[in-house]
Each structure stands twice: as structure tokens, then as C-alpha cells.
């Protein structure tokens, strides 16, 4: 028995290791909005938990502010590894918005609430990262109200790729250009991209 504890101590803190240093698991720009309800409910899920209907009603209405959608699925972190939580947030989306498959789903989604997919899947597979990097640029181009939050989590997504390639110097440029670009909606607090940043500016060293 005590040997069954030491291997899943063992395998808790490999896990933790592996989340750490990298673009989408070592931003935690959820801090910036800790007073929300829902940020403080996506705290409360672990590992394996079925996801609440009232945290996937929040995620998949586009009537929810797209940074708070974000900064709750930024919450739920590593406790959303694996497919079990893409795979209820897609079906409960494809309820919702009325159709039998993802392809159809991903044409009818708004920019916002198909980078708050491409986002969550993300980070249910951050090693493998392509499917939600396509999904990113498919919202970038119906961003059309040029939504800061939709640019910032598509190029966040597209820096883990480019971690994973070890092309660090993009990295930092995909995010830089966007944390730069005057011409974008700025609907994210300052709070939130402050944080993201401070861990992207490490990259920029290699740049020279």
C-alpha cells in the first residue's frame, strides 16, 4: 500500500512538473479576474470531475464577455487534461447551436466562442496542440470586430506550437505583435495581459 501511494505521489508530481514552463501552462492570467463567480467555480473542479452545466452554459453563450470565458477555462488549468472535457463542452455545444458535427459546429461558432474552443481544447492536449492552433486562426478570421482577447489566446495557442518546434524567438514575436497591435479591441483587462507577457518576454533573449 505504501508502495501504491510513493507511485501515485510520484506520478502527482511529474504531472505538476510537466504542466509547468510553457506558453499555455504557465500563464495564469486568471488571477486577474479571481473575484469572478465562475473563475471561482472552474477553481473548485479536479481532475476527472463531470464539468458543471451552469460553467458550459457560461463557456458556450456568446453573450458572455470573451475574456471572462477565457480567464475561467485559464482556472480549470490542468484539472481539464485529457479529451473527457473538450468532449462535453463539444457536445454541449452542438446542442446548443443545433447541429450533429464538430465541422458544422466550427462554421457556425462566432470568432469568440470558437477561440474559447480552440482554447479549452488546448489545453486538454497541450502537447499536441495543431487541431486547436487551426481553430485559433479559424476564429482570427471571423474576428472581425478585431477582438484583442480572440488575437491574444489564438497567438498564445500558436506559441506552444512554436515552443514544441523550438522556434522560441517566435514565441515571443506571435505575442508581441499582438500585445502591440493598436488597431484591436481591447477587451481584456490589463491585469490579465501583464501576467501572460511577463512569462512571454523570456523568450525574447532569443530574438538576438
Same mark, same amino acid.
Given at each position: ?7 501515485? /505521489?510520484?506520478?502527482?508530481? !511529474? @504531472?505538476?512538473?510537466? !504542466?509547468?514552463? &510553457?506558453? #499555455?501552462? @504557465? *500563464? ?11 473563475? =471561482?467555480?472552474?477553481? $473548485?473542479?479536479?481532475? +476527472?470531475?463531470?464539468?458543471?452545466? /451552469?460553467?458550459?452554459? %457560461? #463557456? @458556450?453563450?456568446?453573450? &458572455? ?10 482556472? #480549470? +488549468? !490542468? /484539472? ?32 469568440? *466562442? ?12 497541450? %502537447?499536441?496542440? $495543431? ?15 478585431? @477582438? %484583442? &482577447?480572440?488575437? %491574444?489566446?489564438? /497567438?498564445?495557442? =500558436?506559441?506552444? =506550437? ?27 483587462? =490589463? ?18
Amino acid at each position: 500500500m505504501k508502495r501504491f501511494f510513493a507511485s501515485m /505521489s510520484a506520478l502527482i508530481i !511529474w @504531472s505538476m512538473a510537466m !504542466w509547468a514552463d &510553457s506558453p #499555455l501552462t @504557465s *500563464t495564469d492570467f486568471n488571477q486577474a479576474y479571481a473575484e469572478h463567480p465562475m473563475v =471561482q467555480m472552474a477553481a $473548485e473542479i479536479e481532475p +476527472g470531475d463531470f464539468i458543471p452545466t /451552469s460553467l458550459l452554459d %457560461f #463557456l @458556450s453563450n456568446k453573450k &458572455s464577455p470573451v475574456d471572462e470565458r477565457l480567464a475561467v477555462i485559464n482556472r #480549470l +488549468g !490542468w /484539472s481539464i487534461s485529457g479529451n473527457d472535457g473538450i468532449e462535453q463542452l463539444g457536445q454541449y455545444l452542438m446542442k446548443r447551436y443545433k447541429v450533429k458535427t464538430l465541422d458544422k459546429l466550427y462554421k457556425k461558432l462566432d470568432a469568440k *466562442t470558437l477561440c474559447v474552443y480552440a482554447y479549452f481544447k488546448a489545453l486538454c492536449n497541450y %502537447f499536441e496542440v $495543431e487541431d486547436a492552433v487551426a481553430l485559433g486562426q479559424q476564429a482570427m478570421q471571423k474576428n472581425k470586430d478585431h @477582438s %484583442f &482577447s480572440v488575437a %491574444f489566446i489564438a /497567438s498564445l495557442i =500558436q506559441s506552444q =506550437q512554436y515552443m514544441h518546434d523550438g522556434d522560441w524567438c517566435a514565441v515571443y514575436n506571435v505575442m508581441a505583435d499582438v500585445a502591440h497591435d493598436g488597431s484591436l479591441k481591447l477587451d481584456m483587462r =490589463q491585469g490579465a495581459i501583464d501576467i501572460v507577457m511577463e512569462y512571454i518576454n523570456l523568450y525574447q533573449e532569443y530574438c538576438k
